[in-house]
């Protein structure tokens, strides 16, 4: 028995070729109770507004960061081991006045590091590598590592002439290694001044400082020159020159 297969059509307004909306429309949102108008503000716009909102603070604080309240260090300084002070604050205050840092969005820094604490140590050596910390006062053990490492600059080519003659009694000479190829010391360089002895130093005792032999030293890549050189001068109480022909680095 052959069975005949009803073609059937639609019209094309039928429901069955509209277009399904599961949301919401305005004119629907007038009829919702509070608590309904939040749950609708909740799904359809709280998210968009979140993301907005986190990427116009982040905008600001980018601007902010970068102009208006951008800072930058014009002096940095360090105390190693036992060489530490117990008045880091004081210090820095000091040192603020005395190199009269007067714009808000300058300033100087001190701090302590001991060398033994892991965290302190990656601290000391990333801010050492990155060229922002000018002076290291440490004990002898460290100053003797230090020029080793080649960090500390040659003060006979940092001080000028004057300074250097007037401190001559108290500097303090150091040798850099030599390595092969697996790092390994195979000898030393000839010593070059790297380190002033500011055992004597009433700046540092006035802050707490104990180390019997304290070392002063320049590192090698220091930014801030012009201010190392005025710290120096007010640790060891010896007078910079009073021109700038006068300033000549020592040969």
């Known amino acids: 028995m052959n069975i005949e297969h009803k073609k059937t059509t ?19 949102t007038s009829d ?7 749950g609708y503000f909740k799904d359809y716009y709280l998210k968009a507004l979140l993301i907005a909102a986190a990427l116009l603070i982040a905008a600001g604080y980018l601007i902010y960061s970068t102009t208006i309240g951008r800072t930058e260090s014009v002096f940095s300084m360090v105390f190693l081991n036992s060489s530490y002070i117990y008045d880091p604050e004081g210090i820095d ?16 820094a001190v701090s302590n590091y001991d060398l033994e604490q892991y965290q302190e140590n990656i601290a000391y050596m990333t801010q050492m590598s ?11 053990d460290y100053f003797e590592t230090g020029c080793a490492n080649g960090v500390f600059m040659d003060l006979g080519t940092f001080l000028p002439e004057e300074m250097y ?22 000898s030393y360089e000839d010593p070059l001044p790297h380190g002033i002895d ?10 707490g400082g104990n180390e019997p032999k304290p070392i002063l030293c320049v590192l090698a890549n220091c930014e801030n ?13 010896v007078p910079l020159p009073q021109s700038s022909e006068e300033a000549a680095p020592a040969e």
């Open 93 to 108: 205050q000091a040192i603020t006045e005395f190199l009269a840092i007067e714009d808000k969005n300058e300033y100087a």
């Open 198 to 207: 500011i055992s004597g130093s009433a700046r540092y005792k006035e802050f």
């Open 130 to 140: 990155a060229g922002t910390i000018d002076l290291v006062v440490c004990p002898e």
């Open 32 to 38: 919702l109770t509070f608590c309904g108008k939040l």
């Open 225 to 237: 020159t012009e201010n190392a050189l005025k710290i120096v001068s007010w640790f060891t109480d």
């Open 165 to 186: 003659q007037a401190l001559e009694d108290r500097i303090i000479e150091g040798s850099a290694a030599v390595t092969d190829d697996t790092g390994g010391i195979v």
């Open 10 to 28: 639609l019209d094309d307004d039928s429901v069955i070729y509209q277009k399904r909306d599961d949301s919401l429309g305005k004119k629907d």
